[in-house]
């Protein structure tokens, strides 16, 4: 039963897996590839002479016919083109803006930028919320695979380490294959495992879930610091509503007093500093780095006053843990060798699954799916059937889907001839005239 569960979940799984381990290994590497992108807007001044923030912010809204400020991010260094996010029509844009002249330089629009692209398409497919959910159905059914996976793996009868720890390399193709697929994902399953629970908050169902049990449990609730279900373009557009906040609404003088008191607190860059909003009537600076643990923010009044000022170690326990798993499973925790650690789980889950296709094709029966029957009357432990439950409540689209596909197989496809035949159900029978597709 297990090896059918397996089985049922890798042929659902894969393709989802291998688009999220090509898109996941890619994304590891964000801060470097937005760096070499931005690097024409890079180191661009020739005098230390430098145009106001709010001249710049200026220049921007120039270009953007009937935009507001999202955000001004500070300039990693003095040399650089100063980055002004403004929203208009509904859209968000990145204008690059020349530091001494305010000279617009170049505007793109924020939800088309390569990274963003690729991470909407690992996280929701390009699809939204619905994409979210899906994908948040294959990562379920995706732990369940790694569960069944080391079940099976567990060596039994094994005389040594090959197959166990090692793929035999002499004891032919279809031994050689079976065990890269098993040491393989072995090797790599924890590593796995990590990133599949680590991702699950971004998720729309099960991020939403998330959110609720955080309001329930009594601690201080602040704004969640990850985007949940469909992506906003940026972190400015999460955690403000400018379009409540018209054009005349913005006092761009107080920018530049802003960002004088902003610049002492170093905090870690990308610094984003945000007017005003329906949300919060104070100046907002807040460091967007990608690695969680390292953000904190401060609130300002219109006249550069410092009104509060909070860090990471001060979010509730619950938003601490998320924040960690975040960075590390966007592999910016502990640097490049944080990375590397991802790039080789996506690699293994690679090769784990193209193994596992290729076992699948050549071992197939003709005009079969190839599934393992089922055993008649085979019947669970009462300690399989509580952890069948337990996940199903952890993983509530996969507890659902369960439902779903083992009424469908009992009470739908047995009773269809050609499906019972495809699938291998138990109560098919082949010798019956009557029953032959």
């Known amino acids: 039963m297990i090896w059918r569960w397996h089985f049922y979940a890798g042929l659902f799984c894969i393709p989802f897996v291998l688009c999220l381990a090509v898109t996941g290994s890619i994304y590891l590497f964000r801060p470097q590839i937005e760096a070499l992108l931005d690097r024409p807007y890079a180191g661009i001044a020739t005098s230390t002479m430098r145009a106001a923030p709010s001249a710049q912010v200026r220049a ?89 996976g080391l079940y099976l793996w567990w060596p039994r009868c094994a005389t040594g380490f090959g197959g166990v720890l090692h793929p035999r390399l002499r004891s032919g193709k279809r031994i050689f294959w079976r065990d890269l697929h098993g040491v393989t994902a072995f090797w790599v399953s924890g590593l796995v495992l990590f990133l599949l629970v680590s991702g699950l908050p971004w998720a729309k169902s099960w991020g939403s879930l998330l959110q609720e049990l955080r309001r329930w449990s009594g601690e201080r609730v602040v704004q969640a610091d990850w985007p949940i279900g469909a992506s906003p373009a940026s972190s400015a557009r999460a955690h403000h509503d400018h379009a ?10 107080a920018l530049d007093r802003v960002v004088a008191a902003a610049r002492p607190l170093s905090l870690a860059p990308p610094v984003l500093v945000m007017p005003p909003s329906a949300r919060d009537t104070r100046w907002t600076a807040k460091s967007d780095a990608a690695n969680r643990p390292r953000r904190g923010q401060a609130s300002f009044d219109a006249d550069g006053r410092l009104a509060a000022q909070t860090t990471f170690a001060a979010r509730p326990l619950v938003d601490r843990i998320v924040g960690y798993g975040v960075a590390a499973h966007e592999g910016q925790l502990f640097g490049i060798a944080n990375q590397v650690l991802g790039v080789v789980a996506a690699l293994g889950l690679i090769v784990a699954c193209v193994a596992a ?41 996969l507890g659902c889907s369960l439902v779903a596909v083992a009424l469908g197989e009992r009470w739908v496809l047995r009773r269809i001839p050609r499906a019972a035949r495809f699938l291998g159900l138990a109560g098919y029978d082949a010798d019956d005239p009557a029953a032959s597709p």
């Open 60 to 148: 921007a809204l120039a270009a953007v016919p009937g935009a507001v400020l999202g955000a001004y991010q500070l300039p990693a260094d003095d040399g650089d083109a100063a980055q002004v996010l403004v929203d208009a029509g509904g859209r968000e844009w990145r204008a690059y803006v020349h530091p001494q002249s305010a000279r617009v330089l170049a505007i793109t629009a924020e939800d088309a930028r390569p990274m963003r692209v690729l991470a909407r398409l690992h996280g929701e497919l390009l699809l939204g919320d619905r994409g979210s959910m899906l994908v948040e159905l294959a990562a379920s059914w995706a732990i369940v695979m790694i569960l069944t």
């Open 244 to 253: 409540a906040t018209p054009p005349s609404g913005q006092d761009l003088a």
């Open 357 to 397: 296709v290729r076992l699948w094709w050549r071992r197939r029966p003709p005009a079969m799916l190839g599934a393992p029957p089922p055993m008649a009357g085979a019947r669970a432990s009462m300690l399989l059937a509580l952890l069948i439950a337990a996940i199903g409540i952890l993983l509530p689209l």
